[in-house]
């Protein structure tokens, strides 16, 4: 069943509470909690409770969680203060899906990284 917790998923143990995290915010779809290895000063992780191995999976099989997820990644930036839009270093944040290996993703449940708090240089490496 698309959405069901996978026994081998770091994130589900974290959605279970059975891998401990920083938690920032949670709702009744959605996780959000600081990246173990922060590439930013603010550096957070939005994720579905449900696990789906990619943002494209989880867009076919549950579109309502594409932007249960974006929202929480602003409400995120708010509340860290990196949302301000004056257009100065360290204003502004970036959204990234890593999307397949080649793309850097390590961890096969969807996320969103939300990164900010510094400058960040267009286009990433
Ligand atoms: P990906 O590389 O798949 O786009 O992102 C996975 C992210 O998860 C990485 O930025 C990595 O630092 C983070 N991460 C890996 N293991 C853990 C963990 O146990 N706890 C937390 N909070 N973050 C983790
Ligand atoms: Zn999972």
């Given at each position: 069943?698309?959405?069901?917790?996978?026994?081998?998923?770091?994130?589900?143990?974290?959605?279970?509470?059975?891998?401990?995290?920083?938690?920032?915010?949670?709702?009744?779809?959605t996780?959000?909690?600081r990246?173990?290895n922060?590439?930013?000063?603010?550096?957070?992780?939005?994720?579905?409770?449900?696990?789906?191995?990619?943002?494209?999976?989880?867009?076919?099989?549950?579109?309502?969680?594409?932007?249960?997820?974006?929202?929480?990644?602003?409400?995120?930036?708010?509340?860290?203060?990196?949302?301000?839009?004056?257009?100065?270093?360290?204003?502004?944040?970036?959204?990234?899906?890593?999307?397949?290996?080649?793309?850097?993703?390590?961890?096969?449940?969807?996320?969103?990284?939300?990164?900010?708090?510094?400058?960040?240089?267009?286009?990433?490496?």
């Amino acid at each position: 069943m698309p959405g069901e917790p996978q026994a081998d998923c770091l994130f589900c143990k974290i959605v279970a509470g059975e891998v401990p995290a920083t938690v920032v915010r949670e709702t009744e779809t959605t996780v959000a909690f600081r990246d173990i290895n922060p590439q930013a000063p603010t550096h957070i992780l939005v994720i579905p409770k449900g696990h789906y191995a990619d943002a494209a999976t989880l867009a076919a099989e549950a579109p309502q969680l594409v932007a249960d997820v974006l929202r929480e990644a602003g409400t995120v930036a708010a509340e860290e203060k990196i949302a301000v839009r004056d257009g100065g270093p360290g204003t502004g944040y970036r959204v990234v899906f890593n999307t397949g290996t080649g793309a850097g993703q390590t961890v096969f449940h969807a996320h969103a990284h939300v990164l900010g708090g510094r400058g960040l240089n267009w286009p990433p490496g």
